[in-house]
């Protein structure tokens, strides 16, 4: 009772520490997991070609990686030109949309009967309070300028995981001590990889897509900034749950300031909601499944967890290092019930089955000798 005591305080003791150094390296930590999940992405992308009978024949390995590379990088760089120029723009078109909204609720005040129309200075002190325009204005460009910062070194980190990707099976087997150890840390290793690569490629695709339908639902009906919306819809739908509720609020706020106008704002918010609901309800589940196969409470528990450490960049993240966690767990026999109790359906592919199997053959050996 007094080992286990201690081994529980121990284990206390031990995730306050690692979530301390988590919470003080976040701008450390995330470049980095940034730059791992991003290799995952380009180099299931890579293999992915490779299958192609045609062009995979003709292009080694290391030109797919480098183009996967180089495309990466030019909308990265395209993204932050993106997000950039339309700070400028939201700043010169602030003065309409300030009496677009001014008007839009003078338009409420009488739909609701109110005698006295409610000034901007009204609105501004009961809804928003004592902003400064000014100084969200400066913030926000220092904050483009750090995301820019940012961007650079993930793009740093990649392009050296990409090159050091090549070369770590060897490593590997080098640095095992036998080669029973070395195989059974290459099964791990590939586990991780083949299941997180095609959950982050076949994810990235589908953000792709939805940013592309979102695109031409605002495009249509006349949004401004169409595609840096579109482009924040696609980003936000990486955190499961709220993403997609935050990415369809921005347009929608946007919508109300441009246009003033109820029914518009309806248009926008249907369409753009019945986009999240087609590719999260109908796309997703075909292509995706239950590839990482989590509990939806551990879900919303990792995602509560790493938006509490690393915030928005913690949120995007959370689903691949929690499956990362809990696929390590499943290949280890003392650690696996530990993996089952945080999946969705407690199935891990063959390590389950073989243990099944010995579990069945067990069963059947008392019964030959009657």
């Given at each position: 009772m007094n080992s286990r005591f201690r081994n529980l305080v121990y284990g206390l003791a031990f995730a306050i520490m690692v979530g301390f150094v988590l919470r003080i390296g976040k701008p450390i930590f995330i470049p980095i997991m940034s730059g791992i999940i991003s290799v995952y992405v380009l180099s299931t992308m890579a293999t992915s070609v490779g299958r192609v009978p045609i062009i995979g024949s003709l292009i080694p390995l290391w030109l797919r990686h480098l183009v996967a590379l180089l495309v990466f990088i030019f909308f990265g760089f395209l993204l932050v030109v993106l997000f950039a120029e339309n700070i400028q723009q939201v700043i010169a078109l602030a003065p309409q949309y300030q009496a677009t909204l001014l008007g839009f609720a003078g338009d409420i005040a009488r739909m609701l009967g109110i005698d006295d129309e409610p000034s901007w200075a009204t609105i501004r002190n009961l809804i928003l309070g004592q902003i400064d325009l000014q100084r969200i204005i400066s913030t926000t460009v220092t904050s483009v300028s750090v995301l820019g910062g940012q961007v650079f070194v993930v793009f740093l980190y990649a392009s050296f995981l990409m090159a050091e990707r090549l070369h770590f099976s060897r490593k590997i087997i080098l640095a095992a001590t036998t080669q029973d150890d070395a195989k059974r840390i290459m099964e791990v290793v590939g586990n991780v990889n083949e299941r997180i690569g095609n959950y982050l490629t076949v994810k990235t695709l589908i953000n792709v897509m939805l940013g592309l339908i979102s695109y031409a639902c605002m495009r249509l009906i006349g949004v401004d900034f169409a595609g840096f919306f579109a482009v924040l819809i696609g980003v936000l739908n990486y955190i499961p749950y709220v993403g997609s509720l935050v990415g369809v609020a921005f347009p929608v706020l946007l919508t109300a300031a441009q246009f003033g106008s109820i029914d518009t704002i309806l248009i926008v918010l249907v369409s753009l909601?019945?986009?999240?609901?087609?590719?999260?309800?109908?796309?997703?589940?075909?292509?995706?499944?239950?590839?990482?196969?989590?509990?939806?409470?551990?879900?919303?528990?990792?995602?509560?967890?790493?938006?509490?450490?690393?915030?928005?960049?913690?949120?995007?993240l959370a689903v691949p290092m929690t499956s990362v966690v809990v696929i390590i767990l499943a290949e280890f026999s003392p650690t696996q019930p530990i993996a089952i109790l945080l999946s969705q359906n407690g199935d891990f592919g063959s390590n389950n089955k073989k243990a099944a199997a010995s579990g069945q053959e067990g069963k059947r050996q008392p019964a030959a000798p009657g």
């Open positions: 909601t019945a986009s999240q609901m087609f590719m999260g309800g109908v796309v997703e589940p075909r292509l995706l499944g239950r590839s990482m196969n989590l509990s939806p409470f551990v879900v919303l528990i990792s995602l509560t967890v790493w938006y509490a450490l690393w915030g928005i960049g913690g949120a995007i």
